[in-house]
């Protein structure tokens, strides 16, 4: 599992240009996924690999887009300094993972990583850098393999109950 | 303790009371569609086993992003859709009104204290009349679609107050890139912006939506202004409401109050690649630009075009430069023409277009190449939104895009 590495403030638009909004199926945005901004990813990105960013991933446009054209390249979790509010929901709800880890800055392009989840860090060319958990109700989304799965038995929520933050 | 204008908001609705930070299925009275996320929407609301939707009457759907078709895939997703408005009942604006944004306001399908969500970022702008309004993805809507209802985690606000009065040709954009700098571009996330202070007070509505159809651009979940006189009047003949009190307690818990004077603030422009960059016009004059933009949910509206066409005056625009004016609505647009604007614009040298969201995005016409520069009135300058990622864009005013469209380079709109 490699790591793709970006910077700060990385946008919707960037991750997938407005151009090609009128894809839905995530294998052929996949194809497209970073076009211009980083050309080399969408040929080499590996089932498996690991997108790694600075702070505000994902910020911009609200399109769904953006987490398919990652899942249609094998990509499963970003982890970031930081992620924008209405990717970090998306991505969730498609699964894809969102990790807030606060040093993703100082991991490099390229190198391998490994995951412990229920540990809650990564392991980067033999430095640990710590992750952070989801928060609580979103949890139950993603054990439930994404909000479709979630909401496709339920015939109707608990309007206005409270949830564990 | 007292509460902000969003927990009142959410406890209203609920009938209990919700304090920012809480996560809560809360009911929703509005749900927006448009071309480019509703598709997809639609897909996930029959995934997750949706038959009928909540309610066909709160669901807003229209076409904006890529019309009239500009694609094979683009027509296919708008009869996708047209033929889902027609077996759930719902009304179809179809290619007919406008930007969705404008539309949803001048239509009347947000009003203070109504919680809506649109499968669109800028969403937020509906808290100019004292509406929760926020983006969410496609997913989200599906649920919302089949359920009536979405999970909030209730933002904590952050209070913009402003005070003092704009120079001439400055506006409620100068202000709003000028906030976005301070704040950053995840300054506000998962939080909400307030905009208060007499500046708000005195400022029209067409300003306060310019104002918090950018809250998103510093990461918030929503903008709002607290309903006062200037909403109510603009509501009437949109909604049969009776004016009420909506605004946040003096002792609410606020996550930061940051104020703001304005009467020296020059005329902003956002440099290329982030919202937040933004900087006094002086600092970029003279940086040579190859198309203007005028438009979008932003900055498309009569009073707008109003300004662009103040600036111009009898004047032409330069030839060199390729103008797009594009009213944000069907509304605006008559307006524009009535008024003897877009006669105007046409005879300086730009091109009016039918109401759409136009080159903003860059999935549809208007796009850059790979070295041009364009100036726009839009809300995004993130590299490649309009086209090439080797292009430029610098977001400001309808004045001084006005302005430097008639010299060809990024102009002060107080020297024209």
Redesign the interface.
């Known amino acids: 599992m490699r790591v793709w590495k970006f910077g700060d403030?990385i946008?919707t638009?960037?991750i997938i240009?407005?151009?090609f909004?009128?894809?839905?199926n995530p294998t052929e945005l996949a194809k497209h996924a970073f076009e211009?901004?980083r050309d080399e990813y969408a040929k080499q990105v590996r089932e498996g690999d690991i997108v790694v960013a600075g702070?505000?991933f994902g910020?911009?446009?609200?399109?769904?887009?953006a987490p398919l054209a990652l899942i249609g390249g094998g990509v499963r979790m970003v982890l970031a300094q930081?992620f924008?509010?209405?990717f970090f929901?998306?991505a969730i709800?498609?699964g894809v993972l969102p990790v807030v880890c606060r040093d993703a800055n100082l991991i490099s392009d390229g190198a391998k990583i490994s995951v412990n989840l229920k540990k809650g860090f990564v392991e980067v060319e033999g430095k640990q850098f710590a992750i952070e958990p989801v928060?609580p109700?979103m949890q139950g989304i993603i054990d439930a393999g994404?909000?479709?799965a979630y909401?496709?038995?339920?015939k109707?929520?608990?309007?206005?109950?409270?949830?564990?933050? | 303790m007292g509460s902000t204008i969003v927990e009142k908001i959410f406890s209203r609705?609920?009938?209990?009371e919700?304090r920012a930070?809480?996560?809560?299925?809360?009911?929703i009275d509005g749900a927006m569609i448009h071309d480019?996320?509703g598709?997809?929407a639609i897909?996930?609301f029959s995934?997750?086993?949706g038959d009928r939707v909540f309610d066909p009457g709160r669901v807003i759907m229209l076409f904006d992003?890529?019309i009239p078709a500009d694609?094979l895939?683009?027509a296919e997703?708008h009869v996708f859709m047209r033929k889902f408005a027609k077996e759930q009942g719902i009304f179809n604006y179809d290619i007919n009104e406008g930007v969705c944004h404008q539309v949803v306001l001048e239509k009347g399908r947000a009003a203070p204290g109504e919680i809506i969500v649109g499968?669109?970022?800028h969403t937020c702008m509906y808290g100019a009349v004292g509406a929760f309004a926020t983006?969410?993805?496609?997913?989200?809507m599906?649920?919302a679609l089949?359920?009536g209802?979405l999970?909030f985690?209730v933002p904590e606000t952050i209070r913009a107050s402003v005070s003092g009065k704009f120079q001439k040709r400055v506006g409620a954009k100068d202000l709003i890139l000028s906030i976005a700098a301070d704040i950053g571009?995840?300054g506000a996330?998962?939080q909400a912006i307030e905009f208060g202070g007499k500046t708000i007070e005195k400022m029209d509505m067409a300003g306060r939506m310019t104002c918090c159809n950018m809250a998103i651009e510093m990461?918030a979940?929503a903008g709002i202004v607290p309903p006062d006189k200037v909403t109510w009047e603009y509501l009437k003949g949109k909604r049969k409401m009776k004016p009420f009190d909506l605004s946040s307690d003096e002792d609410a818990v606020f996550a930061q109050k940051r104020s703001y004077s304005i009467s020296d603030l020059e005329p902003q422009v956002a440099v290329p690649h982030?919202v937040d960059q933004g900087v006094p016009v002086s600092k970029v004059e003279g940086t040579p630009i190859d198309q203007v933009f005028i438009g979008s949910c932003t900055n498309g509206r009569y009073e707008d075009l109003a300004e662009a066409a103040e600036v111009l005056g009898k004047k032409k625009f330069d030839p060199k430069t390729r103008v797009l004016i594009i009213p944000a609505s069907r509304e605006e647009y008559l307006k524009a023409l009535e008024n003897g604007l877009v006669e105007r614009f046409v005879k300086a040298g730009a091109l009016v277009e039918a109401p759409c969201c136009g080159p903003c995005?860059?999935?549809s016409f208007g796009?850059l190449a790979a070295g041009e520069t364009c100036l726009s009135t839009s809300n995004?300058n993130?590299?490649?939104?309009q086209g090439?990622?080797?292009a430029s864009v610098f977001l400001s005013s309808a004045a001084t895009a006005a302005a430097s469209a008639m010299k060809g380079r990024i102009t002060d709109p107080r020297e024209v």
Request: positive net charge.
């Open positions: 403030n946008d638009d960037a240009p407005g151009r909004l009128t894809i839905y211009g901004t702070k505000n910020c911009g446009s609200s399109r769904e887009h930081s924008a509010r209405i929901r998306n709800n498609v928060p109700f994404g909000l479709v909401a496709r038995d339920l109707e929520v608990p309007v206005c109950t409270k949830s564990q933050r | 609705k609920c009938g209990n919700i930070g809480e996560v809560v299925m809360a009911p480019i996320t598709p997809l897909q996930k995934e997750m086993g992003h890529q694609s895939e683009a997703n499968a669109d970022s983006g969410i993805g496609s997913t989200d599906g649920f089949k359920f209802a999970y985690k571009a995840d996330t998962y990461g979940k982030n995005m860059g999935g796009l995004r993130f590299k490649g939104r090439s990622t080797e």
